[in-house]
């Protein structure tokens, strides 16, 4: 029989007892990486750096971030400029078209300071308190007197320098309901809020409570809201601390379903309720009236909407679909033309498809806001926001989104709101209230996106536009029949991301407004233009 050889002995000697030594205890595993030799850097946002939340400040778990960004816009513009009510600075000017060339520089300086409890990889933080004051310095340069201020010895330049709040929050996670962090959190303070995937009805930083969470492995996604209107400063637009609260309520909930009707798309039923109670005449720092608008009967008004909106962002297959509908309802006391109640009903629509070919994303832009066809009548159908931003069919690259055109010789309004999209007639969307006896828009575009390179982006835009129904202008200008097509608005724009990241952008861009009849029936012929040079650093 065989037999099995003896096993080979281990050269390696056993351990015995004395070989152990107790576990050396590090002080938390965020001191480990230290201990390996890795440096910080607090000016390097890419490397371990505790300003940046690479590790606690405070105990095991709470970390503090600082984000800093500088945001510089530098504009030239051609837009329909009245001549001084009482003066010019012009000679021989007594038409009442001046010049139209402005240019503005603005120079934003923002600080984030997040100071937070919890572990964020896998759930949201325990507790959160964020305060962001933003800097501001504006420039802006006219040729005509009255146009930068109501007081003609100001000349025709403004400079103003301003400091806001655009959040100071305390944001508290109250449970977790579910085994994958599905929560619920609760947020106080000034804070950013945006009511849709494009900003189309209210994007805006203001002072609120909201209740928010997560349900189904994070499918459903709701808010429960509520903000009171802070004022805004007339030439920043930031958050204007020093004035008193406005009588503008904004209650809001919506409720997100993740892929619905199918995977890869976002649905979102959102309602809306805008309460305003203003009262009081209100000038803007540059003496010029916005509360009430400079329209019509020149009442003060006030007014209860709702509304009731469909949102969805996501794709189809190879389409890529973002769209938005909303009815608005409700009644306002006394309207703009009549001294009376009428009922609000108006509907707004917009859609956007588009679809990646390679580096190329070619995109169709359609936007509908319904006008009003009669503005002595006891129904007020023209649509309009709560406070507008618009990301869509080119935003402010495009000039009618970007300008804010008045509408000289009939009130002191504006066709459309600087970064706006719609045809409100509102004194500002910072200071002024909503108008729903307006003209309305229609809007179709065609756009392109080309990643020329990981670091260039060109992107052109052209944009046909018409109002709903001219009657309102034509009433408050008290001029005959003006035809609805305003014009064809093409923009290009080139964005240099030299980084490959968001840390540093710059952006240049021009629009041109190719004037329809429409326009030409209001303004000079000219078909007006505006170029602009951006440039964001953020750390």
Request: hydrophobic share 35%; net charge negative.
């Amino acid at each position: 029989m065989e037999r099995t050889p003896p096993a080979s002995v281990s050269p390696i000697p056993r351990p015995g007892l004395t070989d152990f030594v107790d576990s050396v205890p590090m002080p938390d595993r965020w001191r480990i990486v230290d201990t390996l030799g890795y440096k910080e850097r607090w000016w390097d946002p890419y490397n371990r750096n505790v300003l940046k939340a690479d590790k606690p400040v405070v105990g095991e778990d709470w970390f503090f971030n600082l984000g800093v960004i500088s945001d510089t816009i530098y504009e030239l513009r051609e837009v329909p400029t009245p001549i001084g009510a009482i003066s010019t600075d012009r000679p021989g000017g007594i038409d009442v078209f001046g010049s139209s060339d402005q240019w503005s520089v603005a120079q934003n300086m923002s600080f984030e300071f997040v100071y937070y409890k919890g572990n964020t990889v896998f759930k949201p933080p325990d507790w959160e308190f964020r305060v962001t004051p933003v800097i501001s310095y504006n420039y802006t340069e006219l040729e005509e007197v009255q146009g930068v201020n109501a007081d003609a010895r100001r000349g025709l330049t403004r400079d103003d320098t301003f400091v806001g709040l655009q959040a100071a929050f305390v944001d508290r996670h109250l449970r977790n309901v579910s085994d994958n962090y599905d929560f619920d959190s609760f947020r106080i303070g000034i804070q950013p809020f945006s009511s849709d995937f494009r900003g189309f009805l209210f994007q805006d930083n203001q002072l609120g409570a909201r209740l928010f969470g997560t349900r189904g492995n994070n499918k459903w996604q709701y808010n429960i809201a509520y903000f009171r209107r802070l004022e805004k400063d007339t030439n920043s637009g930031l958050n204007d601390l020093g004035e008193d609260l406005r009588e503008d309520d904004v209650f809001v909930a919506n409720l997100y379903r993740q892929d619905f009707p199918v995977l890869g798309f976002t649905s979102q039923a959102t309602v809306l309720h805008n309460r305003n109670r203003e009262d009081e005449l209100r000038y803007n720092n540059n003496g010029f009236i916005e509360r009430p608008a400079s329209l019509g009967l020149e009442n003060l008004r006030e007014y209860d909407v709702t509304y009731i909106g469909y949102n969805g962002d996501g794709h189809f297959g190879r389409v890529n679909l973002t769209t938005s509908v909303y009815y608005a309802i409700g009644d306002e006391t006394p309207s703009v033309f009549v001294n009376q109640e009428v009922d609000i009903s108006a509907l707004f629509a917009a859609a956007e498809l588009s679809m990646d070919f390679d580096w190329i994303r070619p995109r169709i832009s359609l936007l509908y806001g319904s006008g009003d066809d009669d503005p002595f009548d006891d129904e007020a159908n023209g649509f309009d926001a709560v406070f507008e931003n618009p990301q869509f069919a080119g935003a402010d690259t495009s000039y009618f989104i970007r300008q804010a055109v008045p509408l000289i010789g009939g009130g002191r309004v504006a066709l459309s709101t600087r970064n706006g999209v719609l045809n409100s007639l509102r004194s500002s969307k910072e200071e002024g209230q909503s108008n729903f006896t307006n003209p309305g828009i229609l809007m179709a575009g065609l756009g392109v996106d080309m990643d020329l390179m990981p670091e260039l982006r060109l992107s052109f835009n052209a944009n046909t536009l018409y109002f709903d129904d001219p009657t309102v202008i034509e009433v408050a200008r008290n001029q005959g029949p003006i035809d609805k097509h305003i014009g064809y608005d093409v923009s290009a724009s080139l964005i240099y991301r030299p980084m490959m990241s968001q840390n540093i952008v710059v952006r240049a861009s021009y629009a041109t407004l190719i004037a329809g009849d429409g326009f030409d029936a209001l303004f000079p012929d000219e078909d007006p233009g505006y170029f602009q040079l951006n440039a964001i650093f953020a750390y």
